[in-house]
């Protein structure tokens, strides 16, 4: 990973205070992941799924344009299963409060296996997973039955290819449609056919054609055997490519010209300056051609200078249709970041609604905040922290929003304090541990009995097993900073370890951080964070985040944006 400048220097790389935050190990591992590779396995990312088996194997992993099945039992070799739906299955939701039904509630993609990649030998041996590689845009999952024997894929965001590494198998492909035509180099006849192109069209609805490339000076001779597979002669060793092709014309001659080429992942790089980053690909196979990858509708949104478009078009997973772009690095400007400051636009109220507003705030300054803080869980102990954090802001800053009462401040200040002294020390109703396997903060209570939790994985939302982390610490790094940046004397030290090791648990930026996660939450690629964390039997409708109102503020304070730079501002100080 490239140095990242402005926002993303180093936060710390001291280890979590051993005796704040006692450490423990997860005890839920992830078992498809290659131990020889030394990264931390990411709990929260878009490979998340890859790492562990899921429920009938159906758990998918989605680069986009393409969603992966692993070892799915849909029929056929186990292996690896390509689906691209051309359209959405779209179901209706009913009235719920205040919110109309609607005959568009929801949509889900479709499972149906497109094609899978897979080899004879599997026919009667089942593969075993290890995920080898791992960076922010790529993996690289392996897959062996038997030594000397296996099927490496490359797997990056965007790719337009699943790009397949054989090594001494014979090579199959399964689909759950039917198979109508083949077109091959050669037609051999009895449907066989050999060459370093087949055309595949299926008998779905509309019907759609995927394109299979063979690599090298080796051709292949396939015969299709029933409706739905297609198998190779002989043991094959070298590179496989599968695209879809696109209807628009002109697309095969576009994935003609830039088969041989695929990304294993890539970096980021944010120096050039305020608005801009850089994704730079990392590329393998015929590095005389250029890559060709689809973006999504944002990524050509926010284009920067020179970008060859082509006139391929596939549908993405859930962010729309994407378009293929032609070039070996990316470089996006995003100029509509809005400057945050501690208050809004317009921090004071109309005059006429002062007196009834200060009415409130004498109420809330005046009630339990040990009641409203001092919660079973984090989250909901957060919200009430951060209330209160607000509370203390507004009135100690009277010449911002004309909301004056010196004594409510004050005493609206000393009350917030008091109430973040149990989490300062984490002594609250459930504390914090330090996992040593994903590296992060997790609360005690999800974990099992032996550790000290309640054995129920649920508790505090999943916190345990990694799920809104950006939402339960984004709450305590918030109040944490309101309470620096009104008394920057209050216990400095204590408050910037803690503060820093929240945050680093859910985003620390730089990838030799030796105790937490890089980007635990953001994905660079989706333009997003995910929320969603370990799932002990797959996240089976693929990764979440589900709670848009709470991951602003959160992102807004821990990524990319001003109020992030007030905080780091601060924490320099201290």
Not at 3 to 19: A, E, H, M, V
Not at 555 to 565: A, K, P, Q, V, Y
Request: aromatic share 12%.
């Amino acid at each position: 990973m490239s140095t990242l400048s402005r926002f993303f220097s180093p936060i710390s790389k001291t280890s979590p205070p051993s005796p704040l935050f006692p450490t423990i190990a997860h005890p839920f591992l992830p078992s498809y992941a290659d131990s020889k590779f030394d990264k931390v396995v990411p709990t929260c990312s878009w490979i998340s799924n890859l790492f562990y088996p899921s429920a009938s194997n159906l758990a998918p992993t989605t680069p986009d344009p393409y969603t992966l099945r692993l070892l799915d039992d849909f029929g056929g070799s186990p292996g690896l299963s390509i689906s691209q739906p051309d359209e959405k299955v779209i179901g209706p939701y009913p009235a719920t409060n205040n919110i109309p039904p609607s005959n568009a509630g929801f949509f889900i993609n479709g499972v149906t296996v497109d094609l899978r990649i897979t080899s004879k030998e599997w026919n009667t041996e089942t593969p075993s997973p290890l995920v080898t590689y791992w960076d922010l845009f790529g993996t690289n999952l392996e897959l062996s039955a038997a030594e000397g024997a296996s099927i490496n894929f490359p797997i990056a965001r965007g790719t337009p290819y699943i790009t397949s590494i054989y090594e001494n198998l014979t090579p199959q492909f399964f689909t759950q449609h039917a198979i109508i035509s083949v077109t091959a180099d050669q037609d051999l006849g009895e449907d066989t056919y050999s060459g370093f192109k087949f055309k595949i069209s299926f008998n779905n609805n509309p019907s759609s054609t995927f394109i299979i490339y063979v690599l090298g000076e080796q051709p292949l001779t396939l015969k299709k055997e029933g409706l739905q597979n297609l198998v190779a002669s002989s043991k094959f060793t070298g590179v496989i490519q599968i695209a879809k092709l696109p209807k628009a014309e002109g697309s095969e001659e576009v994935l003609d010209a830039h088969k041989g080429t695929w990304a294993t992942g890539g970096t980021v790089d944010t120096s050039a300056d305020s608005e801009s980053y850089t994704i730079t690909w990392n590329r393998e196979g015929d590095l005389t051609k250029q890559l060709l990858t689809y973006a999504y509708p944002h990524h050509h949104a926010s284009f920067d200078g020179e970008i060859s478009k082509t006139n391929l078009f596939l549908e993405s997973s859930s962010k729309g249709t994407m378009q293929a772009v032609i070039g070996d690095s990316w470089t996006l400007k995003e100029t509509d970041i809005p400057s945050t400051e501690w208050f809004p636009a317009k921090p004071s109220p109309e005059p006429s609604t002062i007196n009834e507003i200060m009415e409130e705030m004498v109420k809330d300054v005046y009630s339990n905040y040990a009641e409203n803080t001092m919660k079973g869980d984090n989250y909901f102990s957060g919200k009430g922290l951060q209330k209160y954090a607000m509370l203390a802001l507004t009135l100690n800053h009277p010449d911002i929003t004309q909301l004056s009462n010196s004594e409510l401040a004050k005493l609206s200040l000393d009350k917030l304090k008091e109430a973040l002294v149990p989490f300062l020390e984490n002594r609250q109703i459930n504390p914090y541990r330090y996992d040593t396997v994903y590296k992060g903060i997790v609360s005690r209570d999800g974990l099992p009995e032996s550790m000290g939790g309640s054995g129920d994985i649920y508790r505090e939302f999943g916190h345990s097993y990694y799920n809104d982390h950006h939402y339960h610490q984004g709450y305590f790094v918030v109040t944490a900073a309101i309470v620096h940046h009104l008394d920057p004397e209050w216990r400095p030290e204590e408050l910037k370890e803690w503060t820093e090791t929240l945050i680093r648990d859910v985003n620390t930026p730089n990838d030799d951080d030796p105790y937490f996660a890089q980007f635990r939450s953001w994905d660079w690629f989706a333009g997003h964070s995910w929320a969603g964390g370990i799932k002990v039997n797959g996240a089976l409708d693929g990764r979440d985040q589900e709670s848009v109102p709470e991951l602003l503020p959160r992102e807004r304070l821990m990524n990319i944006s001003g109020f992030w730079t007030i905080i780091r501002t601060d924490l320099q100080k201290w």
